[in-house]
């Protein structure tokens, strides 16, 4: 005979079962309010709220529970100070460990406020007259470890006294919830800082370890104690330190950063400066980064004071333009030159100034594979890569068949080596935009077209692609999803020993080879550097070719992460 079992031994509780009794009637009385009604229903009889107030009961009823003492936080803060003096034992290094942690502080918290009864709702008493001139203040009291209490200062000009000016979110300052921006700084440990130069109490703060009271003056601003939470997630497009930024406003709660690294966007409340921590790291506490804004006027001064430019003038009167000249595709006229023969020194280069892209989460989808994109300098071994990568499987990596206007050789198939159109149709495909890169070599036009890479994609298959760098903001779109891996040459010495010891060729004027000579290993690296300097923001992974067979065998390997691992893309291409 098959036997019920009780889920819980914690009986209903009476108020808790007559509010139960009483939702019918509600529920026939109020027919549009069936789902808040269902939630009453489901949260009365949750295990979770009976085991709560069957707690509550036994605290406020039963008259042996005494507890052995009321004011445990300061008899832990207490043995903090004691004991601190003798940090070089492990046993008190251990305890001061435990002591600073915030979930001990917590409990040890609830305990006094149960140990006092003080744990029942209460009302205080209204005022009846309020001085004007005197100001509410809030004593905080934390415990201050290795980690920082997580807040700026700033001098209030108009006031003369300390003030918040920030809050890093997930801090120590921020965990407590009573710390808030615009909050006036009045005493520390029993000093007053009024006046005070916010140096000399940064000073103050950083010899302190262990307790730490702030007198405070709340502000009176009501959107100072909230902080609006972001979730953005945005991919670094430069390097950042903030020891040698000058302008931070708290070098130590900076965050530094690569190129590439993916951060995620805490809190934009300040406009110059946001709050961000590094993508999967498990710090609690974010850090200072300049915000986009700050970044680009940042940019903006560094490039007009390199070029001897007078740039932003401090009293605001004249500043640099943000709007710049951005060519479109060029009259026909210019078709007739060498293929890049003017892009290479980047006069044409007027994008934005890289700071920070908004990525999110890409998944892998089966028979949609995303473009792999070699980018280096001449002679670095892109076209020998893509060769051996394609070698590794020729039915999955594809190459886009380019366009030529160029005659037709006797052993040439239309449509393999090249599709082979007349010169008015591909300048006329120039003109519409429906190539990726084009050029002209030898009096021939050439050129790879949009529409070949998203066949290759449509096919379920990889597209190779080796495009002149400047293609890179064309391809660079959320329909085609390219992947673009840098090829970067070793130095300079183990260039000319690699290649010497392997007898490199480069090709010269047609079908001719040559070994590489020191100017062209020079010209290779300083071009890399170029390359690397001015659209390393767009490459998703670098691959130094020191060795072809260990270069080859990354890529091979990057191939294959590629189709199988989540990745980072700009906003919006995963759902395209």
Request: neutral net charge; proline residues 7%; glycine residues 6%.
């Amino acid at each position: 005979m098959p036997i019920t079992l009780p889920l819980t031994k914690v009986a209903v509780d009476p108020d808790a079962q007559k509010l139960l009794t009483a939702l019918p009637s509600l529920e026939t009385r109020l027919p549009s309010k069936g789902p808040e009604i269902a939630f009453l229903r489901r949260f009365l009889r949750s295990r979770d709220l009976r085991l709560l107030l069957h707690v509550y009961r036994i605290l406020s009823t039963s008259p042996q529970v005494r507890p052995v003492a009321e004011f445990a936080v300061s008899q832990a803060a207490d043995v903090f100070c004691s004991v601190r003096c003798q940090e070089e034992d492990l046993r008190v290094q251990e305890l001061l460990d435990i002591l600073s942690k915030p979930h001990l502080q917590a409990l040890l918290y609830t305990h006094d406020k149960i140990s006092r009864s003080d744990y029942s709702p209460q009302v205080g008493p209204v005022a009846e007259e309020v001085d004007e001139d005197e100001a509410a203040v809030k004593v905080v009291r934390l415990i201050k470890s290795n980690e920082p209490l997580g807040v700026t200062i700033q001098l209030n000009e108009e006031s003369g006294n300390i003030e918040v000016a920030r809050v890093l979110h997930g801090g120590a300052a921020d965990r407590s919830g009573l710390i808030h921006v615009g909050d006036e700084v009045h005493e520390v440990n029993g000093v007053c800082v009024r006046g005070c130069d916010p140096n000399e109490v940064v000073d103050i703060l950083s010899r302190i370890t262990g307790p730490v009271t702030l007198k405070l003056v709340p502000s009176n601003s009501k959107n100072g104690p909230d902080q609006r939470q972001c979730q953005m997630r945005v991919k670094a497009l430069f390097d950042y330190t903030p020891e040698t930024d000058t302008t931070n406003p708290c070098p130590e709660a900076g965050l530094e950063f690569r190129r590439g690294d993916v951060l995620h966007i805490v809190n934009q409340d300040d406009p110059t400066w946001w709050q961000a921590r590094k993508e999967g790291e498990t710090i609690t506490s974010a850090g200072l980064i300049p915000s986009k804004q700050l970044q680009e006027r940042n940019e903006m001064q560094r490039r007009a004071e390199a070029k001897g430019s007078p740039g932003l003038v401090h009293n605001g009167t004249r500043q640099l333009s943000p709007c710049r000249y951005s060519p479109r595709i060029p009259r026909q006229k210019k078709l007739r030159k060498t293929m890049y023969h003017a892009v290479q020194n980047g006069e044409y280069d007027t994008d934005e100034i890289p700071t920070y892209e908004e990525v999110e989460q890409y998944q892998p989808k089966p028979n949609r594979c995303r473009p792999i994109v070699l980018i280096g300098p001449a002679g670095v071994g892109c076209n020998e890569l893509k060769r051996r990568l394609k070698a590794s499987n020729p039915v999955h990596f594809l190459e886009a068949v380019p366009y030529t206007s160029r005659p037709k050789k006797p052993f040439e198939q239309d449509g393999k080596e090249y599709h082979f159109v007349t010169r008015e149709e591909m300048e006329s495909g120039i003109m519409a935009q429906r190539f990726a890169e084009y050029g002209e070599y030898k009096g021939n036009l050439y050129g790879t077209s949009v529409e070949s890479i998203k066949a290759i994609i449509n096919m379920g298959k990889v597209c190779l692609v080796t495009p002149h760098t400047q293609a890179l903001k064309f391809l660079r779109q959320a329909d085609i999803k390219p992947f673009i891996i840098f090829i970067k040459p070793p130095s300079l010495e183990m260039l000319q020993a690699t290649r010497g010891a392997m007898k490199a060729r480069v090709t010269k004027d047609g079908d001719v080879t040559q070994p590489f000579t020191q100017e062209e290993l020079q010209a290779m690296v300083e071009s890399s550097d170029k390359i690397e300097e001015r659209f390393g923001h767009l490459f998703d992974h670098v691959i130094v070719n020191d060795n072809i067979s260990n270069a080859s065998a990354d890529l091979i390997r990057t191939a294959a992460r590629i189709e199988s691992e989540p990745h980072w893309v700009p906003i919006g291409w995963s759902g395209q």
